[in-house]
């Protein structure tokens, strides 16, 4: 399975844009990306996910360049309560996940 | 609210103990996979079910077992507790991992385990 590498933390403030970058050097060709959210004490919870290009939904915006070997989360205008802890993972059809250890983001006032 | 089911909230044994976690996966949801947060570990990847069967094997041990039944639910068995079993257990589920489609999985509320 691919390995990913995101920043262990990140600072932001109230109604600012926030990406965050993964890498994954070792991408196979049917792997997917996908980002997951996840509160203290409580389970992950699904982003987005994308294979190329670029997708949207009404929470975030995914960003994969061509040699899809990193991707970019973008969290339009952050509020307090996106303060949590984002995982990126490279997935081949959901066998064996391996969560990294994920981008804690700490929104301020 | 994910739509899955997780059973008991909170546990407190003692060691060398068994207990038994319970998930209950969203409607229509065939697979089910089992994952292991600790303060020191992440979240751990466990094993995986698809409509009854085995169907991947992460970091679980030998003390821990698994099972997803007819109903689809599944159940994480636990013996011999040591202290380092203390965690939060999740279970997520997700409709079809074989699917042309990567889905996403949703995830329970999770069980806290704690051993004393």
């Known amino acids: 399975l691919a390995k990913t590498t995101q920043p262990i933390s990140m600072d932001s403030y109230e109604g600012q844009e926030v990406n965050i970058t993964c890498s994954h050097n070792n991408i196979a060709t049917n792997d997917y990306i996908t980002w997951y959210q996840q509160f203290p004490s409580q389970g992950p919870r699904f982003i987005i996910q994308g294979y190329k290009t670029k997708v949207t939904n009404e929470v975030a915006s995914l960003f994969i360049p061509a040699d899809r070997k990193s991707s970019t989360l973008s969290l339009p205008r952050v509020s307090l309560s996106d303060t949590a802890v984002y995982y990126c993972l490279v997935m081949a059809g959901g066998f064996k996940t391996i969560f990294g250890a994920g981008t804690r983001l700490f929104v301020k006032a | 609210d994910s739509g899955v089911t997780q059973t008991p909230k909170h546990l407190i044994t003692a060691t060398g103990q068994r207990v038994t976690l319970r998930c209950s996966p969203r409607?229509?949801?065939?697979?089910v996979y089992w994952y292991q947060q600790s303060l020191d570990q992440g979240l751990q990847f466990l094993i995986q079910?698809?409509?009854?069967?085995?169907?991947a094997k992460g970091n679980i041990l030998e003390r821990f077992s698994a099972q997803q039944f007819p109903d689809l639910h599944s159940e994480l068995n636990l013996s011999s507790l040591e202290l380092g079993d203390s965690a939060l257990y999740f279970c997520?589920?997700?409709?079809?991992?074989?699917?042309?489609?990567?889905?996403?999985?949703?995830f329970g509320p999770g069980t806290r385990l704690t051993v004393t």
């Open positions: 079910y698809y409509n009854g069967e085995e169907r």
């Open positions: 409607s229509g949801d065939l697979s």
């Open positions: 997520a589920s997700s409709v079809d991992p074989e699917g042309l489609a990567r889905p996403e999985q949703y």
